[in-house]
């Protein structure tokens, strides 16, 4: 079993070269019957799916990927590229590169309520410093911050079921959702422009924008902060 335990048994290639990612692109414009793509992300260049051999496939992006999709970019085909991953690394090595500039990265678990110092050290501020923007992916940590047991969708640990408690204690305290506190968290950053918080269901949408509008007062997340369940430089939500 695992995470897409129903999908295609498809034959997954791993090749971010130029030829290959043009190949991606045309067979995407054709499935989708059009001309134009809003936003294309380089998936998975990091060491959760590579291990070791992560910065190779990182280099080969480098010199494929990434200067197609930055040619794509200036010839009108897309309107902005970026990398799609689980992992901050990558995505400040990005930064640092003079010759492909990207437009955002959709960063998974990383910028959570329950994850986030890590983001904090360099990438956050440097991302707002070059106008790149995050899309927070999993906002709710794999689910556990929307009442589920998975952490990095795997079932959670002792260390991270006991700081969910605490966060919890402390919602309940000041009568606020978890779902809405982790949200408005993510989208408190200046540097990130939105969130996907998926949806098992039809009805957690209208859950999630109900959790975006929801009242939380300043002294919850005072008092998260009290605890050293938020860092002292993570943007509180206004």
Known sequence: SGVFEHGRPNKMVNDYSADATMRSIEDSLER???DRL?????HDIAQDFYGDQWLEYFNQARTGAFKVLTRLREEGVIKAWGLGVNRVEPCELTLDLTEAQPDGFLLAGRYTL?????????LMDAALAQHVEIVVGGPYSSGILAGGEHFEYQQASPAIIQKVEQIK???QAFGVSVKAAALQFSLAHP???AVIPGASRPGRIAEDVAALSEKIPAAFWQALRDARLISNR???PR
Not at 38 to 42: L, M
Not at 114 to 122: E, M, N, T
């Open 38 to 42: 809003d936003i294309v992300w380089v």
């Open 114 to 122: 329950l994850d986030h110092d890590r983001a904090l050290q360099r």
């Open 191 to 193: 540097a990130v422009a």
């Open 32 to 34: 989708l019957q059009t």
């Open 169 to 171: 204690a402390i919602a």
């Open 234 to 236: 993570a943007p509180l």
